[in-house]
């Protein structure tokens, strides 16, 4: 388990917008009825015959009328599809980060130094914060933060590390292995493990594979943060934070 040097880059997700148009035309038809109206100048005061008049005023009455009614009419069918152009798409679910660039924040931690082999990893590790948990408890600090691992060197046999909690108060009388300090700093790339300790090679591996395509540098050192409690939660439900500081 040779998998020190982890990264990758932060995965870009495209986003696309969608424009939606709705377009309606009114037709407005020629009004034949004042053509229609002409009619009454031909009519004379002289002319005793009424039939002229009543020819001139039955026509335009009907032909004017029907027009503007079928215009009207046809105005309202645009409205109803204004609500289906202000329909929202379903929200898109996303996965954990892997490769995303974030800033560490420096804390004020108690640590302890170990070094472990890869057999019996985890066990160490859990060593580790059983020993700094017995403190706080002891003295009544609470954690400010979640507990971490440092990695600070590593080979095929095993690695060295600090296990770390912050605090907001320092701790009084520290046994010789503990020491107060501060948490990694600076620019960093995010990853997110879900499961066993063990079966952190097949993250490690993926994020070494993304730091050879990208062809980026990564410090002599990582970070675990676990957003579950180790000494509380079974091993294969672990959830932790991997992050990889950048030269």
Known sequence: MNRFRRIALAALIPAAALSFGLSATLAQ?????PAASASPSSTSPSSTSPSPAPAASASPAPAATPSPAPAASASPSPSPAAPAAAATPAPVQTADP???ETTLEPRKVVMVKGTANWDSAFDTLIDAFKALNALLDKQGIKHAGNSMIVYTSTDDTGFTFLAEIPVDQDPQKLPKDMSMGKSPEGKALKFVHR???DNMDNTYEAITNHLDDKKLEAKDTFVEEYLTDPLKTAEDKLVI?????LK
């Not at 038809?29 to 009825?33: E, H, I, K, W």
Request: proline residues 19%; glycine residues 12%.
């Open 241 to 245: 934070n991997v992050f990889v500081p």
């Open 29 to 33: 038809t020629p009004s034949p009825a």
């Open 195 to 197: 499961g066993s300790y």
């Open 98 to 100: 892997f490769g995303q």
